[in-house]
T-cell receptor
Framework: GENVEQHPSTLSVQEGDSAVIKCTYS??????FPWYKQELGKRPQLIIDIRSNVGEKKDQRIAVTLNKTAKHFSLHITETQPEDSAVYFC???????????FGTGTRLLVSP | DADVTQTPRNRITKTGKRIMLECSQTKGHDRMYWYRQDPGLGLRLIYYSFDVKDINKGEISDGYSVSRQAQAKFSLSLESAIPNQTALYFC?????????????FGPGTRLTVL
């Protein structure tokens, strides 16, 4: 079955810096890669996702890149703000299953 | 707004007790999931159900059971709770009609087993 590894486990940046979180997956059949953000005491919520037929997707300050050959994908946050502080989870699945396998999470702290 | 709700939000219980966590949704989604979240371990799938008559084990189903009472309700039971089941539990839903499979999470239930 699918296995997803996520790094780093914690990431501290200064406001305005960029942040990058990386994930690798094991199942070459996976074709859908979402990222969820969980603020303190809140539920995880989808912030961006990418399908395997696309190499990059951007939504304002966040972007996701996918390298199918290497089986890894990354979340990029530019011009970080304190409200970006949260735990971020990557996940992978084959959309035929809709059963996500999550990474272990990255705690991002953005200092003013 | 359509939503996913969980009851109770917090529960403290003792070792050996039976406990049920409930999940309800008004999103009209067929697919429902139970996850547990532990620090450093992310979200791990306990059970999932793709319709009322379909129940499937996830990666960590031992010690848990589920019941899908209706399309909108999916309950998780701990038959005999143990301390290492102390965790944050999330219910989630998804709609197979949505191409990308986004999952919508409930607010979570924090369970402590003493």
């Amino acid at each position: 079955g699918e296995n997803v590894e996520q790094h780093p486990s914690t990431l501290s940046v200064q406001e305005g810096d960029s942040a990058v979180i990386k994930c690798t997956y094991s199942d070459s059949a996976s074709n859908y890669f979402p990222w969820y953000k969980q603020e303190l005491g809140k539920r995880p919520q989808l912030i961006i996702d990418i399908r395997s037929n696309v190499g990059e997707k951007k939504d304002q300050r966040i972007a996701v890149t996918l390298n199918k050959t290497a089986k890894h994908f990354s979340l990029h946050i530019t011009e970080t703000q304190p409200e970006d502080s949260a735990v971020y989870f990557c996940a992978a699945t084959n959309t035929g299953f809709q059963k996500l396998v999550f990474g272990t999470g990255t705690r991002l702290l953005v200092s003013p | 707004d359509a939503d996913v709700t969980q009851t109770p939000r917090n529960r403290i219980t003792k070792t050996g007790k039976r406990i049920m966590l409930e999940c309800s949704q008004t999103k009209g989604h067929d697919r429902m999931y139970w996850y547990r979240q532990d620090p450093g371990l992310g979200l791990r799938l306990i059970y999932y159900s793709f319709d009322v008559k379909d129940i499937n084990k996830g990666e960590i189903s031992d010690g848990y059971s589920v019941s899908r009472q209706a399309q909108a309700k999916f309950s998780l039971s701990l038959e005999s709770a143990i301390p290492n089941q102390t965790a944050l539990y999330f219910c989630a839903t998804s709609d197979p009609g949505l191409a990308l499979g986004e999952q919508f999470f409930g607010p979570g239930t924090r369970l402590t087993v003493l």
